[in-house]
């Protein structure tokens, strides 16, 4: 998997879905000495007003009136003026006036976040993109968010009360249950309403985007010089000029070693190298530096001989001290956590980014999700996947096998080979960019769609291992970013680049042919991520490798079972790290990191270690979304449960083409109601674990 599809901002004015929680999630509170402004008016005097405006429009609009008065009573201020007289003048019953104002603010609010998306994407497009060295000012840019001000100006200036008198807040349950029977207009006043379920100062907006872009840089320059890891007898199993981010790179570097003849030893030493990181015991001095040597082993640094050094290689301080990086990666993850938790107090229908995680973003209860990641984890069929792969392998799990690839078709051809494939065919990221519609032809778009669909797209190389990023407003064009390296793209970069294709192609449909723009995208992260996995599963064959039979499809299940079931451990450390945090609002980056190891160790002793044999491995606490991407982790096991879903749908319905534009084109309503207008049913882990039964 990539990282994550878009670039996250938190814009206040893109939507989540709904707005009221219900009661399920196991989210802690917000602490008591934390308050946000009380309603100003009185019971009595919102009682005369509601029965005032029923006399005035009639019986007819009582439910309306009630409900909309009570919705800006809970966030109108003493600041905001005369409650009553605004009601008066702005209640609409339903009619014509009512659908035009609907419509207006409609088209509004589609400019209003596609216009400062582009604004941030501009003020990100330094730190983003692999454009050179950053200058100073590039990181104070990136941070800055702005769209901050927009929400608290919109009910400032009244129109976000206007929307909260004349149309309906709406809890999860309620969607669930009414909106199977909801027209296309009533899911997008849903979603027009839930923009302004939450007052929060742009202040505390603003913190939380320059926490996350601060954290989003960290990410994106944390590289490891290869060549430059040695072994006790001061070997180097890496070649020259391989620069891995973490934990992307790493990661899919271990996965290539399979096909090598140093590979066991590799993977052993990358794995040590992941698991330096997640303790914090990695030395300051190795990390995006060629110019020292690093045994991961002994946690020795020597300088680098000079012939070694590359000839690209950053200019960096030639420092053999193996002191520790000073907790800077849980620094930055207490920093999101400390501002979003400023957020809690204005937030009353979800009081901690636990509860907005899961009820509105997500759209599914914290419950849900964790029983179907236990349900994954716990499934007998586990055991019964690691001993094909021991077997494959002749030797026993070890804790890189985790990361095994070999259910993937073509995944015995040597990383090398694939390299100097995608290289020459992708010199440049212009070059992915005219092959795209070729590569949608190949995945069963016609023609004509497929010429369509790339004039939308625009491709970057990129500075971190690779995002899409979605456009918000019809007229702007999403973007594919990924990493291009001197010599080219190679096969990591090719790989992530047909996943984030899959991204916006996705963010094409549900952009320009949604039939309400308030509609625009899909039900939450998890839901695009199978989507673009549907394109990432098929990257191999994209090349003229791997083509698909009978053979290959029992193995592109095993393999999806086992990417389930390795994300999923790593989604429920995401979890229990969050949870943490609130019950230990005060911790220290140190306290921090010793709780993220022992959540990891914990974790993996009850799923893994049975499986992969050594305990106490904190490696699920690698991956780097969960610093620069909040709660995000839980999205990929989901996105592998729906992906599979989508995946078997198609094998009895496609074209991929066809259908794929059949489903990106519902939009954001919720899960299940998505689920089963695309496959018929809704989201479940049942599909993958049948078939996996009969695969095996």
Known sequence: MSAPFFRLRFLPLVAAL???TSSTSTAPTPPATATAPSAPVSKQALAALKQELVKQHGEAQRARIERGVDQVATLWRPEDGDLAAFAREQFLPTGSQLDATFTRLEGLFEQFDGHMNELGRELQWFTDLDLGPLLPVEPLLAAYDPSSNVTSDLFQAKPGFVVLLNFPLTTLAERVKEGPSWTRRQWAEAKLASRFNRRVPAAVEQKVSQAIADANLYIAEYNVWMHHLVDAKGQRLFPQGLRLISHWNLRDELKADYTDAKGLAKQRMIVQVMERIVTQTIPAAVIDNPRVDWDPFTNKVTAAPPESVEANAPQRPVKADAAPEPDTRYARLLATFQASRKVDPYSPVAPTRIARAFELDRGLPEERVRALLTQLLESPLVPRVAKLIETRLGR???????????????????????????????????AFARDIPRILQGLGFTREKADVLASY????????????????????????????????????GYNIAVHELGHNVEQVFSLYQVDHTLLSGVPNNAFTEALAFVFQ????????????????????VLNDFWQAWEIAGVALVDMATWHWMYEHPDATPAQLRD??????????????????????????GIYSHMISYPLYLPDYPLGHLIA???????????????????MATFGSVTPDEWMRHATGAPVSAEALLRATEAAL
């Not at 070890?398 to 100097?420: I, M, N, T």
């Not at 599963?537 to 592109?556: N, V």
Request: glycine letters at 10%; aromatic letters at 8%; hydrophobic letters at 35%.
């Open 595 to 620: 709780a993220v190891a022992g959540l990891s160790r914990d974790v993996w002793n009850r799923y893994y270690a049975p499986v992969l044999g050594r305990k106490d491995s904190p490696v699920l």
């Open 396 to 430: 026993p799990l070890e804790p890189q096998d985790l990361w095994y690839p070999g259910f993937r078709p073509g995944s015995k051809v040597p990383e090398a080979q694939l390299d100097a494939l995608t290289r020459k065919r992708y010199p440049t990221a212009d």
């Open 537 to 556: 599963a098929r990257d191999l064959e994209l090349l003229g490798l791997g083509q698909p039979d009978a053979a290959s499809e029992r193995e592109r």
């Open 18 to 20: 709904g707005c009221a």
């Open 457 to 492: 797209i625009r491709v970057d190389a990129s500075r971190g291992a690779g995002h899409a990023q979605q456009a918000l407003r019809r007229g702007d064009f999403p973007r594919l970013r990924t990493r291009v390296e001197k010599g080219g793209m190679d096969y990591k």
């Open 644 to 662: 599979f879903q989508i995946e078997e749908h198609l094998k009895q319905h496609g074209p991929l083409g066809v259908e794929f534009e059949r």
